[in-house]
């Protein structure tokens, strides 16, 4: 029996697995690097050991520092959770070598299915439906694009472009014409053998709209293959997953039933052990296609949990200890519905661009059916390092209708504050009529993302938001409990209630969004509330002039806050609503009536930077990473939109284009340089 178990990843799947080493007795054993030394799992592990410094190649995917961990702490066994080495069947295989327990399948299966060209002919010798496509082994260089070409066009476009040895949504291109195909080819190699050390593509025949389901599959030592039936995982960008949901809304029970036989038949097939997921694609004639295996724990595994009831790492590690599972596939039943939304650090208004810094604030509520996990607290840092996953919010219902209820009222109480996040993206989502009707698929953020990213606020919304921006300007510039600062425009102002002097007067600029609003706050003696005379402490009330109108607001701020980051209640104008605020910098983060706003403040008199000075952050480094390719040289004119050159960063690759038409003036890094948040990458004139 295992003892004592290394937990080879990080963040929310390192806590999740420590909270059923714990239920099981196993004595958990933390390996971090120096950027996450101070996250909570750290000190929660029973023992925690450092791999080294901050990139993965020097701490989590180095294979003998975490073997030396493993085994200088007794370990007998390492998870390694999904991602990093979860699915490297060397790992798996130098565990087996060492005398370690890899909770997962063995280098075999790995193997078999990790490579996607193999697994779609292992699976179709099983039986499963594959898509048409090529998977030859001649691919790995430029010199193949000949032969990809005339494959291509056997195939038929639209078609992708697939990383054979990929996962996560990584090394994958979309191909609508011929013309496109070598620049696809060149993209996915290139993220394909930097993700992956294995620059080998495939082609596989595109569905434009399908819809993404995958089965849980179950296995153990002992000839047991089970399904834990589907999970829908069809809201995506940039073909990785931001929203699943069990069961699937789509599926028929005949559907169901041959796509977990095809799941299981496969899996039997290639002798797999272990946890695993068996993805597919639906058409729209109902027709289902193998699509890839993942031969590890999904992130999306909690919605399998919650309608089954079951604990999955436990599974994992009991099959990893021997022992026959003792579950059969005819007590189970799914239980209800479930939801998970991924909360991620980025900024979905620029194409999803990760987010790093310090969170401020990170809160979650709690209630029947809901669950949250992450691996970050107030104060965490976010790294460049890795990925842009916060956290993973959970909604159980006995209804579809339920869950999806409770995953509303979830998303509008989390409080997340110091850098961009999606979740606006993740309400609107969660409100659109055709997701709430369970027919969407795999195009739906791509045909309705301009709709969900910039959905107006109504009038009366708009303007609540921004009475309560100036309460949150007025507490901040000193009014209630908090004295005035020096350079306050606030200073020396009547205090409320002395009946002295003029009303003092501030002036900002409140950006929300893409639009600006001039306000002009005016500190005024309270009205009468309702306290018998008395006014709680810190209370006062403004006069805003907006849009040539004035409004008045009074605030109550919570006995224990402090300016900005604090509960404000707020009367504007005979309506009573409640607002959290955090502010930090010119930086605001306020949630008012479930919906969260992220704003900026400036004083007037600074004025925003001009088109040069536009164009030049434009053109910088959004956030540290490494430049992989330069596409331009000095004195070459480009066109606006051209690519200029791509950076990676937090494991995706974020394009550098030019903001107009122009010619390149200099070029600042090359291939393979490291840059830092800001830095100037070209120089355009």
């Known amino acids: 029996m295992i003892e004592s178990l290394l937990i080879a990843n990080r963040g929310e799947i390192a806590r999740r697995i420590q909270r059923t080493c714990r239920d099981m007795g196993i004595r958990s054993i933390a390996a971090y690097s120096d950027a996450d030394r101070d996250l909570p799992g750290i000190s929660e592990a029973d023992w925690a050991v450092r791999l080294g ?15 030396a961990a493993a085994i200088g702490n007794g370990a007998d066994a390492i998870h390694p959770g999904y991602g990093f080495l979860a699915e490297n069947a060397r790992f798996s295989e130098l565990c087996r070598e060492r005398g370690v327990v890899f909770v997962g399948p063995g280098p075999e299966a790995i193997r078999a299915m990790g490579d996607k060209a193999e697994a779609k002919r292992r699976m179709a010798q099983a039986g499963v439906p594959v898509l048409p496509g090529y998977a030859g082994e001649e691919t790995d260089g430029p010199a193949d694009l000949a032969l990809l070409g005339r494959e291509a066009e056997r195939v038929g476009y639209p078609l992708l472009v ?13 191909v609508e014409h011929a013309r496109q195909l070598a620049a696809a080819v060149e993209s996915a190699q290139r993220e394909a053998a ?25 296995a153990d030592s002992h000839g047991a293959v089970l399904h834990l039936f589907e999970r829908e995982c069809s809201v995506q960008r940039r073909h990785q997953k931001i929203v699943e949901e069990a069961p699937s809304p789509i599926l028929t029970p005949e559907l169901r039933r041959a796509m977990a036989e095809a799941a299981v038949n496969g899996s039997r097939a290639i002798g797999y052990v272990g946890a695993g997921t068996v993805e597919f694609l639906v058409d729209g004639e109902g027709r289902f296609f193998f699509l890839e295996m ?44 479930a939801i998970e939304c991924r909360l991620n650090a980025e900024d979905a208004r620029r194409r999803f661009m990760p987010s790093v810094g310090r969170l401020a604030r990170l809160k979650f509520p709690a209630g029947p059916g809901l669950r949250v996990d992450t691996g970050f607290a107030t104060g965490s840092v976010v790294s460049p390092h890795y990925d842009s996953l916060l956290a993973k919010l959970i909604a159980w219902g006995a209804s579809r209708d339920e869950a999806l209820r409770r995953m509303r009222r979830m998303l509008e109480r989390t409080q997340v504050a110091g850098l961009p996040t999606n979740l606006p993206l993740l309400q609107a989502i969660c409100d659109h ?62 205090r409320l209630g002395d009946g002295l002097g003029a009303a003092p007067t501030l002036r900002r600029v409140l950006k929300l969004g893409e639009a600006e609003h001039a306000v002009t706050v005016r500190v005024l003696p309270p009205s009468p509330s309702g306290h018998g005379g008395r006014e709680p402490a810190g209370a006062f009330a403004l006069s805003v ?41 010119d930086g605001r983060w306020v949630t008012l009536r479930g919906m969260h706003l992220t704003a ?20 910088q480094a959004p956030l540290p990473g490494k430049v992989v390719k330069v596409a331009v040289k000095a004195g070459q004119s480009v066109a606006a939109g051209e690519v200029l050159v791509l950076l990676e960063a937090m494991k995706v690759e974020h394009p550098i284009t030019a903001p107009h038409a122009g010619r390149i003036k200099a070029l600042r890094f090359k291939e393979g340089d490291s840059v830092q948040r800001g830095d100037l990458l070209v120089e355009m004139e």
């Open 194 to 218: 930097g993700a992956f050390h294995d620059p080998r593509v495939m082609l596989e025949r595109y569905i434009p709209a399908p819809h993404h389901v995958e089965f849980q599959v179950l």
């Open 600 to 619: 900026t403040s400036r004083d007037p008199a600074d004025e925003p930077a001009g088109a040069a000075g536009a164009d030049a952050q434009r053109l």
């Open 53 to 67: 410094p901050a990139p993965a190649a020097e701490s989590y995917l180095d294979m003998e520092k975490l073997l």
């Open 433 to 494: 009529p055709e997701f709430t009707g369970g027919e969407y698929t795999t195009r739906f953020l791509e045909t309705h993302e301009q709709a969900l990213l910039e959905r107006p606020a109504p009038p009366s919304l708009l303007r609540e938001q921004v009475l309560a921006l100036c309460a949150v300007e007025a507490r901040l510039s000193g009014r209630g409990s908090a004295p005035a600062g020096p350079g306050s425009p606030w200073a020396g102002a009547a």
């Open 294 to 337: 993942n031969t590890r724990l999904q992130v999306e595994h909690p919605v399998t949990e919650a309608i089954l009831d079951l604990d999955l790492v436990r599974l994992q590690i009991e099959i990893a200890e021997g022992r026959p599972l003792a579950i059969r596939q005819e007590h189970l039943a799914p239980r209800g519905a």
């Open 545 to 585: 002039e907006w849009r040539g109108a004035t409004h008045r607001l009074r605030c109550d701020p919570a006995a224990d806050g402090k300016p900005g980051d604090e509960r404000l209640a707020l009367d504007l104008e005979g309506v009573r609503l409640e607002a959290t605020v955090y502010a930090e910098g």
């Open 162 to 174: 697939k990383a054979v040895a990929g996962g996560g949504g990584r090394g994958i291109r979309l």
